[in-house]
T-cell receptor, first 118, second 111 residues
């Protein structure tokens, strides 16, 4: 079964450093997302990406964050200058963008990258 | 999208049926009810969706009354491996809009 993959599984960085989290969405999916989950808290939406541009973003997704689809397979999240409060699990998700009549078209999540900012 | 309310936690013994009820009083006509499951340190995983009445798949059943203001996820004969957080979400039909997760229901299955 196709799946979303993410690398690395765990990233440790110093405050102020730049990090890039990588995701390979399911092939032929059209919508891509980043969510994050701070330890013990709920999953929060960061950004969605469609047709090579950001389609929606949350208040969390400020100027420190950027996303890119550099080639036909990877989808990346960059945090320019990490802060302690960026420590969280970051989940990538994708959606086919094709809706069948009467059926919900689900998002598929990756296993996540645990980011630890020291 | 409609706000959802579900119990924070539930405990169950192995082999029992578990029912988790979610209320979504302000659900819109075109919205679907979906449930996702999240194991510790993993991403959420879609398990079931419905619009009205009853839906059953290999994992769970979903019961939705006629007014659609609530729904009940039913897990038959749970095992230890069903220990997870279960999220009830109300979503538009396209599925490509961002998901809004609540705190979910933490199900603990005890041997």
């Amino acid at each position: 079964e196709p799946e979303v993959t993410q690398t690395p599984s765990h990233q440790v960085t110093q405050m102020g450093q730049e990090v890039i989290l990588r995701c390979v969405p399911i092939s032929n999916h059209l919508y891509f997302y980043w969510y994050r989950q701070i330890l013990g808290q709920k999953v929060e939406f960061l950004v969605s990406f469609y047709n090579n541009e950001i389609s929606e973003k949350s208040e969390i997704f400020d100027d420190q964050f950027s996303v890119e689809r550099p080639d036909g397979s990877n989808f990346t999240l960059k945090i320019r200058s990490t802060k302690l409060e960026d420590s969280a699990m970051y989940f990538c998700a994708s959606n086919s963008g094709r809706q069948e009549s009467g059926k919900y078209n689900e998002q598929f999540f990756g296993p996540g990258t645990r980011l630890t900012v020291l | 999208l409609a706000k959802t309310t579900q119990p924070i936690s539930m405990d169950s013994y192995e082999g029992q049926e578990v029912n988790i009820t979610c209320s979504h009083n302000n659900i819109a006509t075109n919205d679907y009810i979906t449930w996702y499951q999240q194991f510790p340190s993993q991403g959420p995983r879609f398990i079931i969706q419905g619009y009205k009445t009853k839906v059953t798949n290999e994992v769970a059943s979903l019961f939705i009354p006629a007014d659609r203001k609530s729904s009940t996820l039913s897990l038959p004969r749970v095992s230890l491996s069903d220990t997870a957080v279960y999220y009830c979400l109300v979503v538009g039909p396209s599925g490509n809009t961002p998901l809004v997760f609540g705190k979910g229901t933490r199900l603990s299955v005890i041997a």
